[in-house]
């Protein structure tokens, strides 16, 4: 069974490092503030000017002027502070952010990442996408493996405008937890109930899958 959106973001919940500084990117990556694993400490940075992040606000918390990158009502934990985002910026370019968890539209088997246009649609433009993977050492893409029409999101080569090249190496998606490297996707774990053969069906690049391929526990 393909996991959800929540399912995505428990997944990569679980990289995250006691002490790590992450930055989490539109979307999907958004969710992870919520399943933080017990023990684990880290410390949210959101683009537009915010340190220490908590997660998403019971409905008698929500303050409208507290937002995230992706204008979602958001909570501050104890010891946080806002700033701008040339503060903000500073940080990211600077090296200091030691995750980066992004959303995508595509992915290329040499680890280029097209998330930001699609021609001819009206979009707000890449916002710090670009920042952060030419910048970060760190970065994990979560995302859906095919689009609405059933086309595959992890591709040969990207066909949309890129943000950055050759600087995604590990992707989670509704079908597995794949490691980007030797120019393919390499299947690190599958998603409960799904096999080989259906990440397969659903994969456009060189996908390789050599022995026993667990599946995520979540």
Request: aromatic residues 6%; charged residues 20%.
């Amino acid at each position: 069974m393909a996991l959800d959106k929540f399912q995505i973001a428990q997944r990569i919940a679980k990289e995250l490092k006691d002490g790590y500084y992450v930055n989490l990117g539109i979307g999907i990556p958004t969710l992870i503030a919520n399943y933080i694993p017990e023990g684990v400490n880290v410390t949210l940075q959101s683009e537009n000017g915010l340190l220490g992040m908590g997660p998403f606000p019971y409905e008698e918390e929500v303050d409208a002027d507290l937002i995230n990158a992706g204008k979602q009502t958001v909570t501050t934990l104890d010891g946080s502070s806002i700033f701008d985002s040339a503060m903000s910026f500073a940080m990211i370019r600077s090296g200091r952010i030691d995750l980066t968890v992004l959303g995508a539209m595509e992915i290329a088997q040499n680890g280029d990442i097209a998330n930001w246009k699609i021609p001819g649609k009206m979009v707000k433009g890449m916002g710090g996408a670009m920042d952060l993977v030419a910048s970060a050492e760190n970065i994990i893409v979560a995302m859906r493996h095919t689009n609405k029409h059933g086309k595959s999101k992890l591709l040969k080569e990207c066909t949309l405008p890129l943000t950055g090249t050759a600087c995604i190496k590990r992707v989670v998606t509704d079908l597995g937890y794949f490691e980007i490297k030797e120019n393919a996707f390499h299947l690190l774990e599958r998603a409960p109930g799904v096999n080989i053969e259906d990440i397969q069906k659903a994969t456009e690049g060189t996908l390789v899958a050599e022995g026993d391929i667990p599946e995520m526990q979540i």
